[in-house]
């Protein structure tokens, strides 16, 4: 058995974050391939959509984790865990319960063997571990996973939309999302309550908005 682990939604300042590993039959690798499964950044959301059905149907086990603005927070505020460390330890749990015997997972670190090392320290099974900087990109196993997770935060995304309007993609680089939150700010004195207020991009929307609003502007 061969499992692939990647996440989707580690940049954002809005959403959540999602974790997911998915476990093959090695035999049923080159049938994924054919289906068309590659790194989800490369796929429409269409696509990614009809491929989940696909991987689901093929894959022996599927393990997703979820994590709020508000727990990503409290994990780097108040817990003083990174991002790479709660990754880490998440995907160890993760494999822990798929447990195959061959773990293809895509590292955030532009140091693999360091994220490799963490892993390790949280980890009880003992599979091979290959992790690599854009194995999404690589293994098909971790495209599936990249696809699952992708889908869900899409999902995630679209019921904020629904409740909050279009924010834009929630990335600190997207001027719709720099927008809604200094407008958010202007009018309720706050940022909302799906923002990753440990975001410098947050902290410092908050801190000018609010000294804008006190001198008049």
Not at 24 to 37: C, M, S, T
Not at 172 to 199: C, M, N, Q, Y
Request: net charge positive; glycine share 6%; with cysteine.
């Amino acid at each position: 058995m061969i499992a692939g682990c990647d996440e989707a939604g580690r940049g954002p300042v809005l959403g959540n974050m999602v974790l997911c590993g998915v476990k093959f039959d090695q035999r049923v690798l080159d049938e994924l391939r054919a289906a068309g499964i590659k790194d989800s950044k490369l796929i429409t959301p269409k696509k990614r959509e009809m491929l989940v059905r696909v991987i689901t149907e093929k894959a022996s086990g599927v393990e997703i984790v979820e994590f709020s603005p508000s727990e990503i927070d409290e994990f780097r505020l108040v817990k003083k865990i990174n991002l790479n460390e709660l990754e880490a330890r998440t995907f160890a749990q993760i494999i822990d319960r798929l447990k195959p015997r061959l773990v293809y997972l895509d590292s955030p670190d532009p140091n693999p063997e360091l994220f490799e090392q963490r892993i390790r320290k949280y980890i009880k099974s003992k599979p091979q571990l290959v992790v690599e900087n854009f194995a999404d990109r690589k293994y098909v196993a971790v495209a599936a996973a990249s696809i699952v997770a992708k889908v869900r935060r899409d999902q995630r995304i679209a019921e904020l939309r629904q409740h909050y309007g279009d924010f834009g993609s929630g990335y600190p680089a997207d001027p719709r999302t720099i927008s809604f939150l200094e407008r958010w700010v202007r009018e309720h004195g706050k940022l909302p309550d799906f923002t990753r207020k440990s975001w410098w991009t947050a902290q410092r929307i908050e801190s000018e908005t609010r000294q804008r609003k006190k001198s008049g502007e």
